[in-house]
């Protein structure tokens, strides 16, 4: 069965720091792979997004993340974080085209400090 | 309109009334998904349709729930005889593919 964890609940980097949040993912064949993040009172926002091609994917607002098969892993990063990204994060894997579930992992919070 | 729209986007009722939830998806995509978001953690699916069927309603809590979509477009996400424990943000999507789109939710807040 498909699932996502995301080993952090909770992050917190100070201003100006990189970035990296895990995100380890089961699924037994490619997987699509996206990152979303939901800032406090709104709705999620697609951050990036893997479904094949180059292992590293570049996002919005500065994100990128890697794709790495053999740790089945899609880990997001940034190289300088802003305070405007203390938001949840969400990894999420889907498989199938068209409508389908989407399996969302538990978020982690990401807190940061001046 | 450009995205997911959902109304109210706050909902308070007392314990034991019904309440409608309503979600308008992107113009052209035929996949819609209601999720929910209870405080602090993370989504839970409920049900999604592929035009106006759907398929997967394994993420129905109780027969309490129930959802519609007319027409290929809007969705309603019924609750009857609401109770504290389904106090949450209510989530729709949309999608013509693979990628998600949400829309900003529904506070619904069992007195």
């Known amino acids: 069965a498909q699932s996502v964890t995301q080993p952090d609940i909770h992050i917190t980097v100070s201003e100006g720091a990189s970035l990296e949040l895990r995100c380890n993912y089961s699924y037994g064949a490619t997987p699509y792979l996206f990152w979303y993040v939901q800032s406090p009172g709104q709705g999620l926002q697609l951050l990036l997004k893997y479904f094949s091609g180059d292992t590293l994917v570049q996002g919005i607002k500065g994100f990128e993340a890697e794709f790495k098969r053999s740790q089945s892993s899609f880990n997001l990063r940034k190289p300088s974080v802003h305070w405007s990204d203390a938001a949840e994060y969400f990894c999420?894997?889907?498989?199938?085209?068209?409508?389908?579930?989407?399996?969302f992992g538990a978020g982690t919070r990401l807190f940061v400090k001046a | 309109g450009a995205g997911v729209s959902q109304s109210p986007s706050n909902k308070v009722t007392e314990k034991g009334k019904d309440v409608e939830l309503r979600c308008d998806p992107i113009s052209g995509h035929t996949a819609l998904y209601w999720y929910r978001q209870s405080l602090g953690q993370g989504l839970e699916f409920l049900i999604y349709f592929q035009g106006n069927s759907a398929p997967d309603k394994s993420g129905l809590p109780s027969d309490r729930f129930s959802a519609e979509r007319t027409g290929g477009s809007v969705s309603t996400l019924t609750i009857q005889r609401t109770q504290q424990e389904d106090s949450a943000v209510y989530l729709c999507?949309?999608?013509?593919?693979?990628?998600?789109?949400f829309g900003p939710g529904t506070r619904l807040t069992v007195l």
């Open positions: 999420a894997v889907g498989a199938g085209t068209g409508g389908f579930k989407t399996i």
């Open positions: 999507a949309s999608s013509l593919e693979v990628t998600q789109y």
